[in-house]
């Protein structure tokens, strides 16, 4: 887990631009309660979600510097095997789950792009998009059961680096709970486009029709940007980290 979180940053295994834009938070108070927490919960014989060396993946796999598209999640998934660190990512051989299944779907009205069978997104986090939950551990079984204790703050100074260093960036706020999270965002730096949450409780409200990717990807192009490639490639072509 975050072992070190109590110790200097320089010993937490994090890309460097995130581990030096972080150095502070790693050391603050909160982070060190976190720790402890999370060491309870190991030594109280919990399973904790994703694993401790997927974390941060995230930010592993999407430097700053590299950064184009943000999208906020909320927690990790809570069953066994689905959360490797990256929102709305499952790994390889997992079901894709039902907010996944309506984002495909959406990508498919929205720019002609067929579902790959599997619901692993490391392709877009290769290629600048940030996949960044509000809350990066929860214990098996129990939705939410790890939000109020320090993640939300410390995911806060992650969007808080990203809007006062990057200009142009696009953030995908998909239900209230991202958009909450979001509102510290300076719009006239970044693209902001907000609907409701991908779920089968909310899709039909708004994120069928938003067309956030390909609006994303022309803002990108104005920005001078390469566009994402949002079509993932199937399991013999995938390049996993």
Sequence with gaps: MIDSAAKDSREIKLEQSWKHALADEFS?????QLREFLLQQKQAGKRVYPPGNEIFSALDFTAIDKTKVVILGQDPYHGSGQAHGLCFSVK????????LV??????????????PAHG????????????????????????????????????????????R??????????GSYAQKKGAMIDREKHLVLQSPHPS????????FGN?????????LVKQGNTPIDWQLPEHAEFNGK
């Excluded at 390889?92 to 907010?99: E, M, N, Q, V």
């Excluded at 260093?165 to 998909?174: A, H, I, R, S, Y």
Aim: negative net charge; charged residues 20%; aromatic residues 12%.
């Design 165 to 174: 260093e990057k200009q142009g960036l696009v953030f995908l706020l998909w």
């Design 120 to 163: 692993c997104l490391t392709y877009w986090a290769q290629q600048g998009v940030l996949l960044l939950n509000a809350v990066l551990t929860v214990e098996a079984h129990k939705a939410a059961s790890h939000q109020g204790k320090g993640w939300e703050k410390f995911t806060d100074a992650i969007v808080d680096v990203l809007n």
């Design 211 to 219: 067309k956030h990717f390909s609006k994303a990807n022309e803002y």
């Design 102 to 115: 309506n984002i495909y779907k959406e990508l498919k009205a929205d720019l002609e792009i067929n579902p």
């Design 92 to 99: 390889l051989g997992i079901d894709i789950p039902p907010s």
């Design 200 to 207: 089968p409780l909310s899709a039909s409200r708004g994120f």
């Design 28 to 32: 603050a108070d909160y982070m060190v």
